[in-house]
């Protein structure tokens, strides 16, 4: 399989440290996007596919040249790195994910 294909598999462990629930709590979501970087070493490539996003533009984010606002990108980003429900809360979106997201993540 590619490596932009591995999904992308943070540890539960990574979803409860403060700086990850405070950037979570922020609405940060190129922080989010770093830790997931840092706990599960994926790529940018890797972290767009997942999410459903050009790599161009998971770098846009990072570096704090765009934000996201909408919330179906919100949702999209949960479901693609499979927060588990107390992070999603934090975030924002609705806890739970559409049922072949959470097959996905198991």
């Known amino acids: 399989m590619p490596p932009a294909l591995v999904p992308v598999e943070m540890p539960s462990w990574a979803w409860e440290r403060a700086e990850v629930r405070q950037a979570l709590r922020a609405r940060n979501v190129g ?21 459903g996003m050009q790599q161009a533009r998971v770098n846009e984010i990072i570096n704090g040249r765009r934000e996201v606002a909408r919330l179906d990108v919100y949702e999209r980003i949960a479901d693609g790195l499979c927060m588990p429900d107390d992070a999603r809360h ?11 997201e959470r097959r996905r993540c198991l």
């Open 90 to 100: 934090l975030l924002g979106p609705a806890a739970g994910t559409r049922e072949t």
């Open 31 to 51: 922080a989010v996007f770093r830790y997931v970087q840092q706990y599960a070493g994926a790529s940018q490539a890797r972290i767009a596919t997942a999410v």
